[in-house]
Structures are given as structure tokens and as C-alpha cells.
């Protein structure tokens, strides 16, 4: 059973980046899955953030895309979200995901001074 | 793009009841469509998938149906641990949720 893990600062202050990472343990990074971000903000619904597959293609919400990075670590078995230039709105629990079924427990970010 | 529209976005509803959530898409999805339930502080759990499958280990009383744009997830026989949110989610091309749908206690 592949099982997620995100990992990062709880808290970022406005116009900064954040910066989570999502390990990967039970299943490898380069299996033939796509991995993504998701978002939520406090009392609000599920906004996808973006995915990839280890072949190269990255994919981007694109309302969100100019401030976006997504990257792996292979040797790792983690990847990464990169979101820059930071407001109150980026303010939410960020999930990692691994196909429907398989989710990390998410982790807040609280974007204030 | 994608658009999904969930209703309704409240639901108030009684233990015994049978209870359905419709999620239409803006275009054919065909049968990629996965239903979650979410409880306050935990991330989504996968219910049903590519529309009408049941996932491993969740109770039958909850059944999805529907194909491409038209989906629906039914509740047959609330029960007390039912009462949270609930999204529908297309994975046809990326992904894109529903608004969510809070099943309360009548």
C-alpha cells in the first residue's frame, strides 16, 4: 500500500515561497502513476494543483500556474511544490496524492506576517 | 476548461434515509469519476471510482452510477458515520473536483 507523506513550514509570510515535499514509501516514484498536489482552503473545497509523471510530463492548474513548480527527487522518492509570490489566499491544507486512492493526511500552511 | 458542478451543496438528512449527490460535467468524461467522502482534519477518501466502482472496503450502501456528464453517488441507509462532505472528482484529462456537498443531521 503506497503511502504519502507531506512535509514543510507551517508557516510563510506574504509575497515568499512556500515549499512542501511529499515522500513516497510503499511504492516507487517511477511507477506508471501520476502524482499530484491538492489544495484546500480553511471551510472551502478542493482545488487540484498540478501533477506529473516520472516520463516528464508536468501538468499545471492553470490559474496558478505562473507561480508553480512542481519537481522529483527520484533517488529520494519525493517530490515537490513550489508555490511563489504568496498571499493570504495560498492560506490552506495541501495534499499530495498518488492516483485516486492513495493520499498523504495533508499538511497547513498559513500564509501570514 | 473542466468545469464540475455538484448538487446540492447542503443536504439535510435523517439515519435510514436514502440520500443522492449529482455531479454533472461540462463535457463527456466518460466514466472517470471518483467520489470521496471528507471528515473535518483528514484528507479525502476514495469511495467509488471510474463512476460505479466500489473501492476496497467500503460499505455497499453507498453506489455511484452515471457516464459522461451525468453522474450520481446514492446513500442508501444513512448512517450515523455518513454525516460529512462529500466531492466528486473527474480524472478523465488532470483533475478537477466538484464544489462539495455537506450531508447533515436533519
Known amino acids: 500500500q503506497v503511502q504519502l507523506q507531506e512535509s514543510g513550514p507551517g508557516l510563510v509570510k506574504p509575497s515568499e515561497t512556500l515549499s512542501l515535499t511529499c515522500d513516497v514509501s510503499?511504492?516507487?516514484?517511477?511507477?506508471?502513476?501520476?502524482w499530484s498536489w491538492v489544495r484546500q482552503p480553511p471551510g472551502k473545497g478542493l482545488e487540484w494543483i498540478g501533477d506529473f509523471h516520472h516520463t516528464g510530463p508536468i501538468n499545471y492548474n492553470p490559474s496558478l500556474k505562473s507561480r508553480l513548480t512542481i519537481s522529483v527527487d527520484k533517488s529520494k522518492n519525493q517530490f515537490s511544490l513550489r508555490v511563489t509570490s504568496v498571499t493570504d489566499a495560498d492560506t490552506a491544507v495541501y495534499f499530495c496524492a498518488g492516483t485516486v486512492r492513495n493520499w498523504g493526511p495533508g499538511t497547513l500552511v498559513t500564509v501570514s506576517s | 476548461d473542466m468545469q464540475m458542478t455538484q448538487s446540492p451543496s447542503t443536504l439535510s438528512a435523517s439515519v435510514g434515509d436514502r440520500v443522492t449527490i449529482t455531479c454533472r460535467a461540462s463535457?463527456?468524461?466518460?466514466?472517470?469519476l471518483a467520489w470521496y467522502q471528507q471528515k473535518p482534519g483528514k484528507a479525502p477518501k476514495l469511495l467509488i471510482y471510474e463512476s460505479s466502482s466500489l473501492e476496497n472496503g467500503i460499505p455497499s450502501r453507498f453506489s455511484g452510477s452515471g457516464s459522461g456528464t451525468e453522474f450520481t453517488l446514492t446513500i442508501t441507509g444513512l448512517q450515523p458515520d455518513d454525516f460529512a462532505s462529500y466531492y466528486c472528482?473527474?480524472?478523465?484529462?488532470?483533475?478537477?473536483f466538484g464544489q462539495g456537498t455537506k450531508v447533515e443531521i436533519k
Open positions: 510503499g511504492g516507487s516514484i517511477i511507477s506508471d502513476n501520476w
Open positions: 463535457d463527456n468524461i466518460n466514466n472517470w
Open positions: 472528482q473527474q480524472y478523465n484529462y488532470l483533475w478537477t
